[in-house]
């Protein structure tokens, strides 16, 4: 196991990672990191580009583990700082910024999504702990939401094979 300064897209997964070959069609997806852990603080922050405009983002404090692309799937790294892309970042922000937050545990698969954009890729998030979803709000909501709606409908009964009959009504 390496242990980094921090754990970010490019550190544990290099420039490679955004690179998809000229074949690969629009929305074509993979993984390049997969991270887990438990964080305990959130701090803003943004550097200065060499195109003059601003990048923003929130560094983690915590412990955390990474892999490129899915687990075991390379060296494993360690650090107790983090920098996630917006994506998952934004969420695990929010969830800390809770009132009765102390840490939250958490784990992601990053992945990216290759697009017509000027970088011509997206990144991607996908939550991999109960934890985490329940630190979600909306996910809280949508607890309460479900509950509070009726029962579904049952789904009517299809007709199986040549020997059911269409029943119409004629008037005569």
């Known amino acids: 196991m390496k242990i980094l300064k921090k754990i970010t897209v490019k550190t544990v997964q290099g420039k490679a990672l955004t690179r998809f070959d000229d074949e690969s069609a629009l929305g074509s997806e993979r993984i390049v990191l997969t991270v887990y852990g ?3 603080k959130a701090e803003a922050g943004e550097n200065a580009l060499p195109s003059g405009d601003i990048s923003q983002y929130t560094k983690f404090r915590g412990d955390f583990i990474a892999f490129p692309g899915n687990m075991g799937e390379g060296d494993k790294t360690r650090s107790g700082v983090m920098i996630l892309p917006e994506v998952a970042g934004d969420l695990l922000a929010g969830s800390l910024a809770r009132d009765d937050a102390v840490s939250v545990n958490f784990g992601f698969q990053i992945g990216i999504k290759k697009t017509d954009t000027p ?5 991607f998030a996908v939550p991999l702990i109960e934890e985490a979803a329940e630190a979600d ?4 909501i949508a607890k309460q939401v479900t509950a509070a709606l009726p029962a579904p409908l049952p789904a009517p009964e299809k007709a199986k094979g ?3 009959e269409k029943t119409t009504v004629s008037d005569k």
């Open 38 to 40: 438990r964080a305990d």
């Open 119 to 123: 970088i011509g890729y997206e990144y």
């Open 137 to 140: 709000p909306l996910a809280q």
């Open 162 to 164: 040549k020997a059911a």
